[in-house]
């Protein structure tokens, strides 16, 4: 029998993962992937400093969740696994650096004294009394923008100083800009289970109820670490999925149409050289490309995930001389409402990671760019440069150009990460039924099955797996 043909878009991590999980599952499968950049990785980019390499889009990954580690462990990249310091992470607000809220969910509180030290007196009191206040008239399994729900129950400066900071430093958007069951799916449970039960359904409860729901830590236990990262970068895994996924990768091949008639899918576009069809194919791109390659296979699912939004943002990698006068944090998420810094968080990654801090100096991250507003994303090189230099001595007082700017490498990222809004979940169902009567079609990545490196690595499994199933 001939060997089932596999066209996967997109060598970014999801196309990579399903080409790994493809030659797993078959190797005698002909797997061809097609990138339009002229390397792989997609967000996952790693650029060789002097200093060593160093991530330029992720840099992280949350390890609790064990799935991801377990897959880079069956890759044999146990060793180059690295943890992240004990170094805490930071909130400047007011003007001023504040210790980010401990307790809660994604910095919402059950009650007013973890943020009491972020928020005025008059707020700390309306979350202390929101338990009294009406309820939530919320319907089992729907759903809200993050922005409005705590707005709504505790103020705007819970969710300007606060919520938002912390959902940005993950989706490059603003509270008002995600959807609460997409991005903290826990409280959209937690609100379900209070409605279900007939209990007054209210923000601190619903807290409440998530803090009850986690395990107690055992004091004797060592600290399970929450994020891994790679001591290499990323690049260690983007290239080792590469080599060990037996594909033919086919760079600076842009697909700009997918076709399908009997004999199974075509592909064409500029730097896309192949002949013949394909029996399965993997869309393994971001969504409004996804979208314009779903247009004449499945025309319902394109016109649903149009609807899918990207939110810009910017990484200037700094590496400095020394790092004296560097505060001993992980880092600084900026509050959205802060007037005069336009950085939206800066991490201090030879501090966050000690593999990283072994380089010697100092190395800095800064992120720019939120969802609507991507001005300073597209500013002069030489801006951001100057810009993150600015906010980072505002902020923290260490100056950048008296330390020795010894390396800077400015990444944009138009279009980086999906907009998780309060009808993406919908949106993503749609787009699913969608292509589920077209045979051997499947779609992966980021604005499918989550933005983590975790979540787009289990998406891209679970599509493979599907098309395996499908013999
Ligand atoms: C700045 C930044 C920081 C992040 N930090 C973290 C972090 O620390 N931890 C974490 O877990 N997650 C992080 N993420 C999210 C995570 O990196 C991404 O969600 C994930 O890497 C996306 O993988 P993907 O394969 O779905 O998409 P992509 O990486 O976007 O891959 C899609 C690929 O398709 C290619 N492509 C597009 N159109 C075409 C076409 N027409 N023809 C052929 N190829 C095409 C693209 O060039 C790209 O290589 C971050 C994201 C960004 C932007």
Redesign the pocket.
């Known amino acids: 029998m001939a060997p089932t043909r596999y066209a996967i878009?997109?060598?970014?991590?999801?196309?990579?993962t399903s080409a790994y999980e493809i030659h797993k599952a078959d190797p005698e499968a002909v797997i061809h992937v097609?990138?339009?950049?002229d390397r792989?990785?997609?967000?996952?980019f790693t650029v060789a400093f002097e200093s060593g390499p160093t991530d330029?889009?992720?840099?992280?990954?949350?390890a609790l969740r064990s799935d991801a580690t377990e897959f880079f462990v069956e890759l044999g990249l146990a060793d180059e696994l690295v943890r992240p310091s004990a170094a805490s992470s930071l909130v400047y607000t007011g003007g001023e650096l504040k210790n980010l809220p401990a307790g809660g969910v994604m910095g919402i509180p059950s009650h007013s004294a973890p943020v009491a030290h972020l928020v005025s007196t008059e707020t700390a009191a309306r979350i202390d009394a929101e338990g009294d206040a009406d309820p939530i008239d919320w319907q089992v399994g729907g759903d809200v923008s993050v922005g409005e729900l705590v707005r709504e129950r505790y103020g705007a400066e819970v969710v300007d100083r606060i919520v938002s900071s912390l959902l940005g430093g993950?989706y490059?958007c603003s509270a008002d800009d995600l959807g609460v069951r997409a991005t903290v799916p826990q409280l959209a449970e937690a609100l379900d289970a209070l409605a279900e039960a007939g209990e007054k359904v209210t923000l601190s409860a619903a807290v409440k109820r998530c803090e009850s729901r986690r395990p107690p830590r055992d004091p004797g236990a060592a600290p399970v670490p929450v994020f891994a990262g790679f001591r290499g970068g990323y690049a260690t895994a983007y290239e080792a999925l590469a080599e060990k996924s037996g594909a033919d990768i086919h760079l600076d091949?842009?697909?700009?149409a997918v076709t399908r008639d009997l004999r199974g899918f075509h592909i064409s576009?500029p730097g896309v050289n192949v002949d013949g069809a394909y029996d399965r194919l993997i869309l393994?791109?971001?969504a409004p490309?996804t979208a314009?390659?779903l247009k004449s296979i499945a025309p319902e699912a394109s016109e649903a995930l149009k609807s899918v939004k990207l939110a810009s943002?910017a990484?200037v990698g700094m590496k400095f001389d020394s790092d004296a006068g560097l505060p001993d944090n992980s880092g600084v998420l900026v509050a959205i409402s802060e007037p005069d810094v336009q950085t939206k968080a800066f991490t201090f990654s030879s501090k966050k990671w000690p593999h990283l801090g072994e380089r010697g100096g100092a190395l800095v991250r800064a992120?720019f760019g939120r969802f609507g507003d991507d001005a300073i994303v597209r500013a002069e090189e030489d801006l951001l440069v100057d810009t993150a230099l600015d906010d980072l001595a505002r902020i923290t007082g260490f100056d950048g150009r008296e330390a020795g700017l010894a390396e800077i490498y400015v990444?944009r990222?138009f279009g980086?990460?999906p907009r998780y809004d309060a009808a993406h979940l919908a949106t993503v169902d749609k787009v699913r039924a969608g292509i589920d009567d077209v045979h051997g079609l499947e779609v992966?990545?980021?604005?499918a099955g989550g933005?983590?490196?975790?979540?787009?690595i289990s998406d891209?499994r679970e599509a493979v797996a599907r098309l395996i199933r499908l013999g």
């Open positions: 878009i997109g060598a970014g991590l999801a196309g990579l097609f990138e339009a950049e792989i990785g997609g967000k996952l330029m889009g992720a840099e992280a990954y949350l993950v490059s091949a842009f697909v700009a576009g393994a791109t971001p490309t314009a390659l943002s990484v992120s990444q990222w980086g990460l992966a990545g980021a604005w933005v983590g490196v975790p979540a787009v891209a």
